[in-house]
């Protein structure tokens, strides 16, 4: 069973790492898909996003990434996928999450949203928070692997 993990990525994490270390075990294979968001500008290109995710999935032979737009179960179909993971952190998560993925069963019954819980010392875990810590010059290293960290000092400089 093929599966899309969509999500901003800007940039990713330990928390996106973990639930993608989680979903490459339960399906065959898995898409991470960065999706291009007209709402949110980013603090890195698209290329830039690709480029980290990809480092930190060279191990992962059943794991690739694309960069994706449209609607997430538009793309989801396009490439063959019938399952969409997201994560949950705490509760704070939930009402958002419920609200896309209801959106996403209305859009397309075909499609299947399955949450993935992270490791509980990631549940506080998001892109914004290591970017704040990149801004003040924090300790990156137990927030974002380390090709992660290197861009982000680099942009924060
Ligand atoms: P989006 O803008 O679509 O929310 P993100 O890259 O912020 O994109 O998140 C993608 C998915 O990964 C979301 O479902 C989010 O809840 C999940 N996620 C992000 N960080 C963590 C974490 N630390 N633990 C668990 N899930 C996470």
Do not use: W
């Not at 996106?16 to 989680?22: E, G």
């Not at 075909?110 to 010059?137: C, G, M, Q, R, W």
């Amino acid at each position: 069973m093929k599966a899309i993990y969509p999500g901003s990525f800007d940039p990713i994490t330990y928390g996106h790492v973990d639930i993608i270390s989680r979903a490459r075990q339960i399906f065959d294979e898995l898409v991470i898909a960065i999706m291009v968001n007209d709402e949110k500008s980013g603090s890195f290109t698209m290329d830039e996003r690709l480029e980290m995710v990809r480092e930190c999935i060279r191990d992962y032979d059943n794991v690739s990434v694309v960069i994706g737009n449209g609607l997430t179960v538009d793309f989801a179909r396009k490439i063959g996928a019938t399952v969409l993971v997201r994560g949950i952190r705490a509760v704070s998560d939930y009402e958002y999450e419920l609200q896309l993925a209801t959106a996403n069963m209305t859009l397309a019954e075909d499609i299947h949203t399955i949450f993935i819980l992270a490791k509980p010392e990631y549940s506080f875990l998001s892109s914004s928070t290591a970017k704040v810590i990149a801004k003040n010059h924090g300790d990156l290293s137990a927030f974002v692997p380390d090709n992660v960290a290197r861009k982000l000092r680099e942009k924060y400089r």
